[in-house]
């Protein structure tokens, strides 16, 4: 007994560095990580928020000293002490390196020898001077750690269901401990939110953000989300070291490491060193893998640890406006548990300012009298009536007699043929064919067309018929006088009227259309550009012959701030011309939409009508079968910022050749 708490600290050591409990291939590299992980263990489980390890960043188990900031200073008193502990750090290094090239090695002090030690351990070729450079400082998180696993019991059934649903390994539930400690208010210097830390433009293409509601601050939604991003993360990389990773730093630069090191994380680890590949972002899955041994030896770790209880609700859905002010008052409900179970809803809406729109579910407390809510949606009660919307919502928990769904209109699709057989026209192009003689002006393409009115569908199957091929139209996507055929002539006609302007149409012109449209949306204005999906800084810095920081500077973002799809950005053509820029941005992006759409195939643009409860990836993906970036080539940006029931959006789809 009189040497327990000896026994216990270093049991407890002892078990930072046992072998992983992950099954064999699951997540790989575990053993050649094995360093990395321990290291985030011991910050996880054995420092304190007011202790401070002095560490190298770029072998961060190697740690110099441990200080500590007495609780009584200030914020930025401790940043100052913590400042100069850093500097001193960087001269003893640089210091210990001057003896060493002197010859001094009789002259080291026991500190100076311990550190010579530990990098005499590496096995990689690693100067004292450059580890001066790396120097870093780690806060211990223990505190913060303990409250995360605390709160991720209220959400960690659900998320385990929605990732086995989604066919996820069961260990990613924990990825919340490293983005927001499962706090579903977190808020990044960086701009990202809510218990996933979505970017406002990622969470666009899964969940809504308008002026309702902030579907990031919603626990549920963006799990949904979190889960159908990491699957596709992982759909893209085909190695779950390099989809997790790319959670953190974006799978558009996780596959830019992958075309430039192969599919080896390893390899991408050592020696992708853009500037925007940090520390956090070499750290992510390491991090990640010290969690998940954390989480399944949890009782070990923290043996008296109390975990909140999962939330308990109902949820309705509403069929027509409400303002939540007037539901609270009418139904006696408590405001503080209200918020707490919908937390995506905006300040104005919970004001009252704003409605809450038909379509929208609002979660209610367990044991709410759902009659009475019923009651109260139904309109029955005149009084409240006059104050409120009166709406015919019914509770999906209600008994059968009483569901009621939404109604809900079936998507409109007013087709229209825009370009067909264009892949091996496309493939010039992306084999560094000249794409100017394929960008022929508008008065050129006039000039192909027959006189007379343009034909439709209905006509050019009738000019193939009587023997002649139809001259193909140069389509403007965004002209309203372009002649559409009704809805029930399509279904009639849809597949020999695709098989005949797939033969007929030729290629360069057909081609030309594809690229018409793209060039209008693509072509910089006023010397700015709208950021199109998949690009970055390095991209458009690439196309003007200009580095990086350039376009950084040009439009004030510092040198970790992303940029976004729809994002406006300014540009200099001092070295490049905008024709040049243009036809450089034009590959790219054919080369992205020849992986997604399948140019052997009819294509033809439809429209959807936006219902109530839609947001762009459900739109896209759900109920349209292709990816919601595509959605962007085809729409303004500002209609789809803001989406809202009864927009009408436009998108691709393919028939059956």
């Not at 210091?95 to 096995?123: C, P």
């Not at 609700?313 to 406006?321: D, K």
């Not at 002649?483 to 302007?501: I, L, Y």
């Not at 036809?583 to 009508?609: A, E, K, N």
Request: aromatic share 10%; proline share 8%; net charge positive.
């Amino acid at each position: 007994m009189k040497h327990g708490p000896r026994v216990l600290v270093w049991a407890l050591l002892a078990l930072v560095f046992l072998p992983t409990l992950l099954p064999a291939g699951t997540f790989p590299y575990r053993d050649n990580l094995a360093a990395e992980v321990g290291f985030w263990k011991q910050v996880f489980v054995r420092y304190h928020q007011n202790d401070y390890l002095i560490h190298d960043a770029r072998f961060p188990w190697l740690v110099y000293a441990v200080v500590h900031c007495d609780t009584t200073l200030s914020q930025r008193s401790c940043e100052r002490y913590l400042k100069g502990e850093r500097r001193r750090w960087q001269s003893r290094l640089r210091a210990l390196a001057l003896k060493l090239h002197r010859g001094d090695t009789l002259q080291l002090d026991s500190l100076e020898r311990r550190v010579l030690a530990q990098f005499r351990q590496l096995k990689f070729n690693y100067s004292l001077r450059r580890a001066a450079r790396n120097v870093r400082i780690q806060q211990g998180i223990r505190e913060r750690f303990v409250e995360g696993v605390r709160r991720s019991y209220r959400y960690l059934p659900y998320i385990r269901q929605v990732f086995r649903e989604a066919g996820l390994p069961e260990a990613l539930v924990y990825l919340p401990h490293m983005e927001s400690s499962f706090n579903e208010k977190a808020i990044s210097h960086a701009g990202a939110a809510g218990m996933w830390q979505f970017m406002r433009a990622t969470a666009r293409l899964f969940m809504k953000i308008n002026r309702v509601v902030d579907q990031r601050f919603d626990p549920f939604v963006s799990t949904r989300a979190a889960a159908r991003l990491l699957a596709y993360n992982y759909a893209q990389l085909q190695d779950w070291a390099l989809a997790i990773t790319a959670y953190n730093h974006g799978l558009a630069g996780m596959k830019r490491a992958v075309r430039r090191y192969g599919r080896d994380y390893l390899k991408i680890r050592e020696n992708y060193l853009r500037r925007s590949f940090g520390f956090a972002s070499r750290n992510f899955y390491p991090e990640f893998l010290a969690i998940v041994e954390l989480m399944d030896s949890l009782s070990i770790y923290f043996p008296d640890l109390e975990p909140q209880p999962p939330l308990q609700f109902v949820e309705i859905t509403l069929a027509a406006p409400v303002r939540l002010p007037h539901l609270i008052r009418a139904l006696a409900l408590d405001r503080t548990k209200l918020r707490a179970l919908n937390p995506a809803f905006r300040t104005a809406v919970w004001r009252g300012w704003r409605a809450i729109p038909a379509g929208y579910r609002i979660r209610l407390p367990a044991g709410t009298d759902l009659l009475a809510v019923d009651r109260w949606l139904s309109g029955t009660n005149a009084a409240l009536a006059r104050n409120a919307p009166s709406p015919q919502g019914k509770s999906e928990a209600l008994p059968p007699a009483h569901h009621a769904t939404v109604p809900q209109a079936a998507p409109v699709i007013h087709p229209e043929p825009i370009f067909a057989g264009l892949k091996p026209a496309v493939e010039e192009v992306l084999q560094n064919q000249p794409v100017e003689r394929f960008l022929q002006p508008v008065a050129s393409l006039a000039a192909l067309q027959p006189e007379g009115p343009r034909p439709g569908l209905a006509q050019g199957r009738a000019a193939s018929s009587a023997g002649r091929a139809p001259v193909p139209t140069a389509v403007d996507l965004n002209d309203s006088a372009v002649p559409r055929p009704a809805p029930e002539r399509w279904h009639a006609t849809e597949r020999a009227s695709a098989q005949d302007q797939t033969v007929s149409l030729s290629r360069p012109v057909v081609l030309n259309q594809l690229l018409l449209h793209l060039r209008r949306q693509l072509e910089p204005r006023n010397n700015r550009i709208v950021v199109f999906p998949e690009e970055t800084p390095g991209h458009i810095a690439e196309w003007l012959n200009l580095p990086t920081y350039r376009i950084r500077q040009l439009n004030g973002l510092t040198r970790r701030q992303p940029i976004y799809a729809g994002q406006i950005l300014r540009v200099d053509f001092s070295r490049v011309s905008p024709q040049e820029f243009l036809r450089r941005r034009l590959q790219f992006h054919l080369q992205l939409l020849s992986s997604v759409l399948d140019f052997h195939r009819p294509i033809y643009l439809t429209t959807h009508v936006v219902q109530p409860g839609e947001s762009l990836w459900s739109i896209a993906e759900q109920i349209h079968k292709i990816p919601v970036n595509i959605l962007l080539y085809f729409n303004p940006v500002d209609k789809l910022n803001q989406l809202r029931p009864g927009d009408v959006i436009q998108l691709p789809a393919m028939l059956d050749s």
